[in-house]
Nanobody
Framework: QVQLVESGGGLVQAGGSLRLSCAVS????????MGWFSQAPGKEREFVAA????????YYADSVKGRFTISRDNAKNTVYLQMNSLKPEDTAVYYC????????????????WGQGTQVTVSS
């Protein structure tokens, strides 16, 4: 059974940093893309970043380019989202997700999801 477990969320002041982790278990993800999505209250789930499990392709939403970095540690079966220069508008629940095949920023095309971790950025 596939499991994605996020951790690392919390409360931080504007301009601060957080690193989210997504521990992956249950299968091998060689041909998968791993993504991070955010969902603020009353809003739809939005794409943040994605990385291919094998290889070096990464993708970012325009709103986080230059501030967030997605990476992975295959030995630890973990995907990370380093979040720097955080803004109050980054406040949301952040979800880790996985899909097999080509890159997509469409959350509806991801097959597996974690439970989410709350990120709150105070002004």
């Amino acid at each position: 059974q596939v499991q994605l477990v996020e951790s690392g969320g919390g409360l931080v002041q504007a301009g601060g940093s957080l690193r989210l982790s997504c521990a992956v278990s249950g299968r091998t993800f060689g041909s998968y893309y791993m993504g991070w999505f955010s969902q603020a209250p009353g809003k739809e789930r939005e794409f943040v970043a994605a990385i291919r499990w094998s290889g070096f392709s990464t993708y970012y939403a325009d709103s986080v380019k230059g501030r967030f970095t997605i990476s992975r540690d295959n030995a630890k079966n973990t995907v990370y989202l380093q979040m720097n220069s955080l803004k109050p508008e980054d406040t949301a629940v952040y979800y880790c997700a996985a899909r097999q095949g080509l890159y997509s920023g469409n959350s509806n095309l991801y097959h597996y999801w974690g439970q989410g971790t709350q990120v709150t950025v105070s002004s």
